[in-house]
């Protein structure tokens, strides 16, 4: 019997694969993310649910775990894993529900909102020239990415 060697691939050139282009330029914005935010000893997924936490805070009474998995599309126990973090780094607190002695109610601490105050516009800056080569082309952009993720 004979090894078959041959890489089954629809594709000619490796920059013919969109997925494959989606996670490269996916990996190089997210390792300027993530270095610009290890000098702030603060993790990628860390940030985000700081940042949402902290925009949520301005319309929500109550946050819990599983409105930020749904906001950020984290899985539940991903959100509880992070928050644990962030709780040892006294940026949030956590505390029963007043709604539901099931959940945790999340609040940011002021070093919490003071990280995300301080992170927030070093990684907008990041976004803004990784994605100015888009030019004209940013808001068609998004809203394709807005199309993929089905909302």
């Known amino acids: 019997m004979s090894k078959d060697n ?24 997210h390792n300027q993310i993530k270095n610009c935010l290890k000098t702030h000893k603060i993790t990628h997924p860390q940030f985000i ?8 805070s301005q ?3 109550e ?6 998995a749904g906001k950020t599309n984290i899985d539940v126990m991903t959100i509880s894993q992070i928050l644990e973090n962030l709780e040892k780094k006294e940026y949030i607190t956590r ?15 002021q070093s919490g909102f003071d990280m995300a105050n301080k ?15 888009l030019g004209n082309d940013q808001q068609l952009f ?9 909302k």
């Open 59 to 61: 319309f929500n009474e």
């Open 119 to 133: 992170t927030v516009p070093l990684v907008e800056q990041i976004d803004k020239q990784f994605f100015a080569v």
């Open 49 to 56: 649910v700081l940042a949402t936490l902290a925009y949520q």
């Open 63 to 68: 946050i819990t775990q599983v409105l930020l």
């Open 142 to 150: 998004n809203k394709m990415l807005i199309t993929l993720l089905g």
């Open 6 to 29: 041959k890489f089954r691939t629809r594709f000619t050139n490796d920059s013919d694969s969109i997925g494959f282009t989606f996670m490269k330029t996916y990996s190089s914005w």
């Open 95 to 109: 505390a029963v529900s007043a709604k539901d002695s099931r959940a945790k109610s999340i609040t940011l601490t």
